[in-house]
């Protein structure tokens, strides 16, 4: 079964407007991390953020921000401001007792001026 | 100077070849892992080791073998290559149960 579900193949956003990339999960395990990735053209994964499962804050990193609701087993990764150079692919990924990384399939974002 | 140092960083065989992609990391993490991604962008765990130790080994042709001499090392070697092999593969480390840090990947053709 499918622990991480990205929804949105690719979406489209312009330059200085914030875009939500969505995330839903699923675990029986209580204590479990949730991570953000960004993949660009180059091929590199790029760590963006965390929240973990206990976590009473939703994280941000700079222009990330992750909005976390733990009811609905979603976590969604918000850019504000976007900017040309966030174009890329993003993957959301779940660390639970599996002791590796799940990867949602992700979506592809591309920044229009 | 790199933290997860991946290479060759692109590899172009024959089918039937053995190849391998090394894989060195420099955090003094303890749990080091192989990753396969697809031509559609999917990524999937193969093998994980802890101090040298296979943890993980996810159903993976046993074409496929890792090899990991000591905790900051971890290799990949694959048999008879095949056309299906064809994929990015990424190297990872990470202190266990925490984020990781990926190798730049190793783009592998088989022609």
């Known amino acids: 079964a499918q622990k991480i579900t990205q929804t949105q193949p690719g979406m489209f956003v312009q330059e200085k407007e914030a875009v939500t990339l969505d995330c839903t999960y699923d675990?029986?395990?209580?204590?479990?991390?949730l991570f953000w990735y960004k993949q660009p053209s180059s091929g590199e994964m790029i760590f963006l953020i965390y929240?973990?499962?206990?976590?009473?804050q939703n994280a941000t990193e700079g222009r990330y921000s992750l909005n976390f609701q733990k009811a609905r087993k979603s976590a969604n990764l918000v850019i504000s401001a976007s900017q040309l150079g966030d174009s890329a692919m993003y993957f959301c990924?779940?660390?639970?007792?599996?002791?590796?990384?799940?990867f949602g399939k992700g979506t592809s974002l591309l920044v229009t001026p | 100077d790199t933290a997860v140092s991946q290479t060759p960083k692109y590899l172009v065989t024959q089918m039937g070849n053995d190849k391998s992609i090394k894989c060195e990391q420099n955090l003094g993490h303890d749990t080091m892992y192989w990753y396969k991604q697809d031509s559609k962008k999917f990524l999937k765990i193969m093998f994980s080791y802890n101090n040298k130790e296979l943890i993980i080994n996810e159903t993976v042709p046993n074409r496929f073998s890792p090899k990991s001499p000591d905790k900051a090392h971890l290799n990949l070697h694959i048999n008879s290559l095949e056309l299906g092999d064809s994929a990015v593969y990424f190297c990872?480390?990470?202190?266990?149960?925490?984020?990781?840090?990926f190798g730049s990947g190793t783009r592998l053709t088989v022609v």
């Open positions: 990872a480390s990470s202190p266990t149960g925490y984020g990781y840090t």
């Open positions: 990924a779940m660390l639970d007792s599996g002791y590796a990384l799940n």
């Open positions: 929240q973990g499962s206990y976590d009473q």
């Open positions: 675990t029986s395990d209580p204590s479990y991390g």
